[in-house]
């Protein structure tokens, strides 16, 4: 079974600019969670998506959005860049809500992002 | 509000035991978590232990959770330079299905040959 898929893996941008990046979940998860890893903050929860629609949220701005589609890919959108954007942006999948144990979080290797 | 913090730092020599500590906020914890993450990789589920368990043994990893001071520790034992990476305690917390993960910032584990 193929493992989670995030693209791109590296990605430049300068500030302004907007990014979407994209995360495929093992085949038959259907709930999406993206985290942002920085060296100052560590690992910071964005939000959770299931069945399409955002269930969680973290504490992040209003530039920072998702979405998810009926095959359970998700998308993450993050508009105006800022330099403290730059960052690891890891997506993890699981086969239902809420980070149980007997559906545990399967991490994608992340996409980094870079502004300038 | 959550809080989740852990030491930044693990030195190690190959052979002997780990042992990396965690401590956590939030008392409706009902599940607790250890990750481990490789360079260039995301994380990966090493163990949890659910919050009325104090203790939980899995081959040569053991977690202990001191519940009473929000302490969790994750021992590894035979420590080898394979288990080289960061080492993540994260809580899943919250009630009516609406609940915010929250990860320590890590702690490095360095085994040395």
């Known amino acids: 079974k193929a493992g989670v898929t995030q693209t791109p893996r590296y990605l430049i941008k300068t500030r302004g600019q907007q990014v979407t990046l994209s995360c495929s979940p093992i085949s038959g998860h259907r709930s999406v969670s993206w985290y942002q890893q920085t060296p100052g903050q560590g690992l910071q929860f964005l939000f959770e998506?299931?069945?399409?629609?955002?269930?969680n949220k973290g504490n992040f701005p209003g530039r920072f959005s998702g979405r998810q589609f009926s095959n359970s890919r998700s998308e993450m959108n993050v508009s105006t860049l800022e330099l403290g954007d730059s960052a690891l942006y890891l997506c993890?999948?699981?086969?239902?809500?809420?980070?149980?144990?007997?559906?545990?979080?399967?991490f994608g290797n992340g996409t980094r992002l870079t502004v300038t | 509000g959550e809080d989740v913090e852990q030491s930044l730092f693990l030195s190690v020599r190959e052979g002997d035991s780990s042992v990396i500590n965690c401590t956590y906020t939030?008392?409706?914890?009902?599940?607790l978590y250890w990750y481990k993450q490789e360079p260039g990789a995301g994380l990966q589920l090493l163990t949890y232990?659910?919050?009325?368990?104090d203790m939980k043994q899995d081959q040569r990893l053991t977690v202990l959770l001191n519940k009473k001071d929000k302490h969790l520790s994750l021992r590894i034992a035979d420590t080898q330079t394979g288990d080289s990476a960061i080492y993540f305690c994260a809580e899943r917390a919250g009630t009516g299905g609406s609940y915010i993960p929250t990860f320590g910032r890590g702690t490095s584990l360095i085994v040395h040959p």
């Open positions: 998506y299931f069945s399409e629609t955002q269930r």
């Open positions: 939030d008392s409706s914890s009902t599940y």
């Open positions: 993890a999948s699981s086969l239902g809500l809420g980070h149980q144990p007997d559906s545990p979080l399967h």
């Open positions: 232990i659910f919050s009325n368990m």
